[in-house]
């Protein structure tokens, strides 16, 4: 079946303006996750949504990050007012939602701020 | 709260040549361990997991064993093929209902012919 899948896969976008990135779980998985990985850094932890519960927003670095999950399913990260150190590659992942599962990711999508 | 220490890079050895990768880890109740890796090009994987201490995981050569008494969970493969060359990243998760991975810094291994 279809994996994780993200959009876009790449985004140069002028800083200050606004972006979205998009992800799409695979069908069934409760559990989707965003992190960050920054050139020649490791995986930063972003946000985190199981089912219905309230989301886990702590590794958010800052109130310009904010990201959904509609319906359970897709979600959508958003970066207001962009600054040149967002530029990372911005990676999605899911898992069925129980202890011990495998986590999948994405390919991710690369954003570039100029 | 949850860490992971992992060997810093980049490793660099000949083709054949017998690979460890360390990690370490830091973890309030029992953690699932996971080996990550990133070929170049491609995104993030699953290599091998243990879910319990003294589990082995193990896939494509590549073992790690979860040693609760050491808190270890370092990556071996007796013979590397210039197919292995990637980034490796250690990482663990929650065991009590699912939990967000923690993971290491990465470690970028090159093989050589």
């Known amino acids: 079946g279809a994996g994780v899948s993200q959009s876009p896969s790449n985004k140069v976008t002028e800083k200050g303006k606004d972006v979205e990135l998009r992800c799409d779980p695979i069908s069934g998985h409760t559990a989707l996750y965003w992190y960050r990985q920054s050139l020649g850094q490791g995986l930063e932890f972003l946000i985190y949504?199981?089912?219905?519960?309230?989301?886990?927003k702590s590794g958010l670095p800052s109130d310009r990050f904010s990201a959904e999950r509609t319906g359970g399913s897709v979600s959508t990260l958003t970066i207001q007012r962009t600054q040149q150190e967002d530029s990372a590659v911005y990676l999605c992942a899911s898992s069925p939602g129980t202890a011990g599962n495998t986590i999948y990711f994405g390919e991710g999508s690369w954003l570039t701020v100029v | 709260g949850n860490s992971v220490t992992q060997m810093e890079g980049p490793v660099t050895l000949s083709e054949e040549a017998f690979l460890t990768i360390n990690c370490t880890y830091t973890?309030?109740?029992?953690?699932?361990l996971f080996w990550y890796v990133q070929y170049p090009g491609e995104g993030l994987q699953l290599l091998l997991k243990a879910t319990k201490a003294d589990d082995k995981g193990s896939n494509k050569g590549f073992e790690a064993t979860y040693r609760k008494e050491t808190t270890s969970f370092h990556l071996e493969k007796g013979s590397v093929q210039v197919s292995d060359s990637a980034v490796y990243f250690c990482?663990?998760?929650?065991?009590?209902?699912?939990?967000?991975?923690?993971f290491g810094t990465g470690t970028r291994l090159t093989i050589i012919p």
């Open positions: 949504f199981q089912g219905n519960s309230a989301p886990d």
């Open positions: 990482a663990l998760g929650g065991n009590f209902g699912n939990e967000k991975l923690t």
């Open positions: 973890a309030t109740g029992y953690p699932s």
